[in-house]
């Protein structure tokens, strides 16, 4: 019976006392965390991107806790989440504007002709190969999808032959910038303002017979702007947002309704 | 004395090395080997935890298995030891040393299985070694170790960049480099002390 139970007295006895030691060690030699890296750390997005230039979203959430960083160098970061790390860390009304991306062009199927029959493989840089794609304009959105597959947070979907953003979804990373062959999406402040949903550089008369929602250079958003913010160069109407001031004319007197409203 | 001790060392490092001739510690060994210094970082903390495991497994065979006539629990209760230890060294080095902690203290938890530790205890008793002894085999098993990571890493490090058939790549190459590690080694087993 000994032989049994000494063993188990004098191995349990070891465990019992070893591990009293250790809570005693661990009383002791308590090392005080910042509790904050936690909650910053459940607040960011936990893509570990790395696109703040730290190793991961717990090594910037360290970074922020110490103050060597700021909310802002994180491009997903939701503002509400932002807002609660600025509090979190002290940092007053520091606020990231929400910023999202934008296709720039309404070449739906129904509105766009076609050049051709593409029957390649389904991807914008590889059809855009093919004599800038199937699509009569050159200049729009080939609608293959190359922008939705990078995207991460499942923001882009092609619908009716173009590429759309969620604006809900969309963090405004940037990544589909990189990858659109047609240099289509840009990333802008998700504020209310005005957009020229069209890039294309055909003259109005050609742009015509191929797309029925594109810019055709018409400049009547430039005579008619209040504050010259709107210059037509190359027969594309672009906005500068330094002068803009969101009077909205240019929305109303488009006569192919190419600059729209873009409101969160 | 002094001399038995040196001799020791020298044995336990090149002759009867841990790793290559006695094929203890493989895991880190081909685990922690991609970098010089994650490897050295590694094997500091192994000798550490060994030289200090060495001395704390003697007391316990000595003081408690041994009069109690239950060393075969020895397995057991060595590892109940070491892990301790290691947790609890991770704790003093965590409060005293942050700086020691930030290059060390990951590779602390990983040491704690580390089946290299757990042999130089248990060989510590099997050679009946005293307690001098023990504590320097331990502190010279973790040299060993120390030697054959590092040797490895500066080699794997080279590896990183060389042209290797696309088969090769990773591991296997990797493998076949420790082999050949370990045979170069085998040449001290030529060294005789007399």
Same mark, same amino acid.
């Given at each position: 019976?000994?032989?049994?139970?000494?063993?188990?007295?004098?191995?349990?006895?070891?465990?019992?006392?070893?591990?009293?030691?250790?809570?005693?060690?661990?009383?002791?030699?308590?090392?005080?965390?910042? *509790?904050?890296?936690?909650?910053?750390?459940?607040?960011?997005?936990? !893509?570990?991107?790395?696109?703040?230039?730290?190793?991961?979203?717990?090594?910037?959430?360290?970074?922020?806790?110490?103050?060597?960083?700021?909310?802002?160098?994180?491009?997903?970061?939701?503002?509400?989440?932002?807002?609660?790390? !600025?509090?979190?860390?002290?940092?007053?009304?520091?606020? !990231?504007?929400?910023?999202?991306?934008?296709?720039?062009?309404?070449? %739906?199927?129904?509105?766009?002709?076609?050049?051709?029959?593409?029957?390649?493989?389904?991807?914008?840089?590889?059809?855009?190969?093919?004599?800038?794609?199937?699509? !009569?304009?050159?200049?729009?959105?080939?609608?293959?999808? %190359?922008?939705?597959?990078?995207?991460?947070?499942?923001?882009?979907?092609?619908?009716?032959?173009?590429?759309?953003?969620?604006?809900?979804?969309?963090?405004?990373?940037?990544?589909?910038?990189?990858?659109?062959?047609?240099?289509?999406? *840009?990333?802008? #402040?998700? #504020?209310?303002?005005?957009?020229?949903?069209?890039?294309?550089?055909?003259?109005?008369?050609?742009?015509? #017979?191929?797309?029925?929602?594109?810019?055709?250079?018409?400049?009547?958003?430039?005579?008619?702007?209040?504050?010259?913010?709107?210059?037509?160069?190359?027969?594309?109407? %672009?906005?500068?947002?330094?002068?803009?001031?969101?009077?909205?004319?240019?929305?109303?007197?488009?006569?192919?309704?190419?600059?729209?409203?873009?409101?969160? | 004395?002094?001399?038995?001790?040196? @001799?020791?060392?020298?044995?336990?490092?090149?002759?009867?090395?841990?790793?290559?001739?006695?094929?203890?510690?493989?895991?880190?060994?081909?685990?922690?080997?991609?970098? &010089?210094?994650?490897? &050295?970082?590694?094997? =500091? /903390?192994? $000798?550490?935890?060994?030289?200090?495991?060495?001395?704390?497994?003697?007391?316990?065979?000595?003081?408690? =298995?041994?009069?109690?006539?239950?060393?075969?629990?020895?397995?057991? /209760?060595?590892?109940?030891?070491?892990?301790?230890?290691?947790?609890?060294?991770?704790?003093?080095?965590?409060?005293?040393?942050?700086?020691?902690?930030?290059? @060390?203290?990951?590779?602390?938890?990983?040491? $704690? $299985?580390?089946?290299?530790? =757990?042999?130089?205890?248990?060989?510590?008793? $099997?050679?009946?070694?005293?307690?001098?002894?023990?504590?320097?085999?331990?502190?010279?098993?973790?040299?060993?170790?120390?030697?054959?990571? &590092?040797?490895?890493?500066?080699?794997?490090?080279?590896?990183?960049?060389?042209?290797?058939?696309?088969?090769?790549?990773?591991?296997?190459?990797?493998?076949?480099? /420790?082999? @050949?590690?370990?045979?170069?080694?085998?040449?001290?087993?030529?060294?005789?002390?007399?």
């Amino acid at each position: 019976m000994t032989a049994i139970l000494l063993p188990v007295i004098v191995l349990g006895g070891l465990g019992i006392v070893f591990g009293g030691l250790l809570g005693v060690a661990a009383k002791a030699f308590r090392v005080e965390r910042d *509790e904050r890296v936690e909650k910053i750390e459940s607040l960011l997005p936990g !893509a570990n991107c790395g696109g703040c230039g730290y190793a991961g979203c717990s090594a910037m959430a360290k970074a922020l806790a110490e103050g060597r960083s700021m909310p802002g160098a994180c491009a997903v970061l939701k503002p509400d989440a932002s807002n609660q790390i !600025a509090e979190l860390i002290g940092l007053v009304a520091n606020v !990231a504007k929400k910023r999202t991306a934008q296709v720039l062009c309404r070449g %739906t199927c129904e509105h766009v002709a076609q050049k051709y029959q593409y029957d390649g493989i389904v991807d914008c840089i590889a059809a855009h190969r093919y004599g800038g794609g199937d699509k !009569a304009c050159q200049f729009g959105c080939s609608g293959y999808g %190359t922008c939705a597959s990078v995207c991460k947070f499942d923001a882009i979907h092609i619908v009716d032959g173009i590429a759309q953003i969620d604006p809900e979804k969309c963090v405004g990373c940037g990544t589909c910038v990189s990858v659109c062959p047609k240099g289509l999406i *840009e990333v802008m #402040d998700a #504020d209310k303002r005005t957009v020229v949903k069209c890039k294309s550089k055909e003259k109005g008369a050609a742009l015509k #017979d191929i797309c029925k929602v594109g810019c055709i250079g018409c400049k009547i958003c430039e005579k008619n702007c209040t504050t010259h913010a709107i210059r037509v160069k190359d027969n594309i109407a %672009t906005i500068q947002y330094s002068l803009c001031v969101n009077c909205g004319v240019c929305v109303e007197k488009c006569p192919k309704q190419v600059i729209e409203w873009y409101e969160r | 004395m002094i001399i038995d001790l040196v @001799l020791l060392s020298i044995t336990t490092i090149l002759v009867n090395n841990f790793v290559l001739v006695k094929f203890l510690g493989c895991c880190p060994f081909l685990g922690v080997s991609k970098q &010089v210094d994650t490897a &050295v970082g590694m094997s =500091l /903390a192994v $000798t550490f935890v060994m030289t200090v495991a060495s001395a704390a497994t003697y007391l316990v065979q000595t003081f408690i =298995l041994n009069p109690l006539n239950i060393g075969y629990m020895q397995t057991v /209760a060595f590892i109940l030891v070491i892990a301790v230890l290691v947790q609890f060294v991770e704790m003093v080095i965590q409060k005293f040393s942050p700086a020691l902690y930030n290059s @060390l203290g990951i590779y602390l938890p990983l040491i $704690t $299985t580390n089946c290299a530790v =757990l042999g130089v205890a248990i060989l510590n008793i $099997t050679e009946q070694y005293d307690f001098i002894y023990s504590v320097v085999y331990g502190f010279s098993a973790g040299l060993s170790f120390m030697l054959a990571i &590092v040797l490895f890493a500066g080699v794997r490090e080279r590896l990183e960049t060389s042209d290797i058939p696309e088969v090769m790549k990773g591991f296997p190459i990797a493998l076949v480099t /420790a082999g @050949l590690i370990a045979m170069a080694f085998l040449g001290f087993q030529g060294l005789k002390f007399n």
